[in-house]
């Protein structure tokens, strides 16, 4: 049973451009969240969805920042016109279906994002 | 909103000695959970604490939960090279959008020294 996986594991841009962040979830897990991490920071919560449904998106910026989880296909994590302050990690977790402040959650490795 | 504080930041340990680092939250939790990451690694789920007063044992770990909900602390005994990562408690917060979500503390890094 594979884990959370996430593509790319690093991704470069220059200000300016688009970052697609792509998380496939656990295999029967219906909940998917994003965090950034800053170095030396915890994570920080950015939004929660469930197939075809954004649940909380309230840690997200409201500006270039975006969010999906379609029914077919991975969830995605879409920042548009990327500036340097976004460079950070991002990771993805799912858990199963059920109350989900119970359920542990299971991170994939994250995709570090740099912006030049 | 509420905030998830974990002391020390860092922590430096000679190989065999103890270490111990502590949650505070400034509002009762239903429950905590305790995370590992590896440095250059991602989170990896431990455990979690549900109970007022709940103490947990894992080989060499030892997490409580302390009676008011409010705080937690992980305890290592004997640390080895292996433990060297930085460990996260998180605790559910209502996040003003309609759901509870995972707050994390800044965590504490445990460097061992061999």
């Known amino acids: 049973n594979a884990g ?4 790319p594991r690093h991704l470069v841009r220059r200000r300016g451009q688009e970052a697609r962040l792509r998380c496939s979830p656990m295999k029967g897990h ?3 969240y994003w965090y950034r991490q800053l170095p030396e920071e915890g994570l920080k919560f950015m939004v929660y969805l469930q197939k075809e449904n954004i649940i909380d998106e309230s840690g997200m910026p409201k500006e270039r920042f975006s969010a999906e989880f379609p029914k077919e296909g991975p969830s995605i994590l879409r920042i548009q016109q990327v500036v340097r302050g976004d460079s950070a990690a991002y ?3 799912s858990s199963p ?9 299971f991170f994939g490795p994250g995709t570090r ?3 030049l | 909103g509420q905030q998830v ?3 020390p930041q860092y922590q430096h340990v000679q190989e065999g000695e103890d270490f111990t680092t502590y949650c505070n939250s400034s509002t009762t939790l239903s429950n905590i959970q305790w995370y ?3 440095p250059g690694g991602h989170p990896v789920f431990l455990i979690q604490l549900v109970k007022s007063g709940e103490v947990k044992k894992q080989k060499r770990l030892t997490f409580q939960f302390g009676e008011a909900k409010k705080n937690s602390s992980l305890h ?3 640390t080895q090279t292996t433990d060297v990562g930085t460990y996260f408690c998180a605790g559910p917060a209502y996040s003003g959008a309609g759901s509870y979500q995972l707050t994390f503390g800044k965590g504490t890094k445990l460097s061992v020294i061999p």
């Open chain 1, 113 to 115: 994002l740099t912006v």
């Open chain 1, 97 to 105: 279906p059920g109350q989900a402040t119970y359920n542990e959650q």
């Open chain 1, 91 to 93: 990771f993805c977790a």
């Open chain 2, 76 to 78: 290592i005994t004997a």
């Open chain 1, 4 to 7: 959370v996986m996430q593509n």
């Open chain 1, 30 to 32: 219906s909940h998917v």
């Open chain 2, 36 to 38: 590992k990451q590896r």
């Open chain 2, 5 to 7: 504080m974990q002391i």
